[in-house]
């Protein structure tokens, strides 16, 4: 039986694509005491004696650190998620736990790691490389041959010209126009995107 961890927004748009792929969930897990249930999907507390009854998990949570905490701590099978309306090449490779949304295009030779976000009409463009819990948000556009490390956050419709390198858990705000490379764990905003100085 196939299980969600996290009952908000995102596990919405995830029991859709479940849905529309014809394998409905069972029922999600969440840590909130207070949710019993989302639609008429049944919510439940999690405890490893569940894991007998799982055939398959997506970790719906939007937030990289939490969705790789919990990866780490479940040991259970986890599947993918593909929106039918999604073009996925033949020739792109897609991760475990992975998760893409209504029209994203996904082109040849893109490898995308586990427990990614691919969010609702994002580009991934040809031999581009996503490390895992990447979370690639809605209208992003990322072209050829970029490399994007683990945990990085991309912007709602930011884009990243062709061949950039983007560090492990860097965060590209909405709307920026990534030009040159960025460093782990860097924010990164503007047209054409600057590094934030820390104070």
């Known amino acids: 039986m196939i299980y969600l961890y996290g009952a908000s927004g995102h596990a919405k748009v995830i029991l859709e694509i479940l849905e529309?792929?014809?394998?409905?969930?069972?029922?999600?897990?969440?840590?909130?005491?207070?949710?019993?249930?989302?639609?008429?999907?049944?919510?439940?507390?999690?405890?490893?004696?569940?894991?007998?009854?799982?055939?398959?998990?997506?970790?719906?949570?939007?937030?990289?650190?939490?969705?790789?905490l919990i990866a780490e701590k479940l040991n259970v099978p986890f599947i993918k998620g593909i929106h039918p309306g999604a073009s996925v090449s033949g020739r792109a490779v897609l991760g475990d736990g992975s998760v893409v949304m209504a029209g994203v295009t996904i082109n040849a030779d893109a490898v995308i790691g586990r427990h990614c976000i691919i969010n609702t009409n994002a580009s991934v463009d040809h031999d581009c490389a996503i490390e895992d819990y990447v979370h690639i948000s809605p209208n992003v556009a990322v072209c050829g041959g970029v490399t994007i490390g683990e945990g990085a956050h991309i912007g709602a419709g930011a884009v990243i010209k062709p061949g950039i390198v983007i560090g492990r858990w860097a965060t590209i705000g909405a709307g920026?126009?990534?030009?040159?490379d960025v460093a782990e764990n860097a924010v990164v905003i503007g047209n054409p995107g600057k590094e934030m100085t820390r104070q």
């Open 20 to 68: 529309h792929q014809g394998t409905k969930a069972a029922g999600l897990f969440d840590d909130n005491q207070e949710l019993h249930s989302l639609w008429e999907y049944e919510v439940h507390r999690y405890a490893p004696e569940w894991n007998s009854k799982i055939s398959g998990m997506l970790i719906a949570l939007g937030n990289n650190n939490v969705r790789k």
């Open 176 to 180: 920026c126009v990534v030009i040159r």
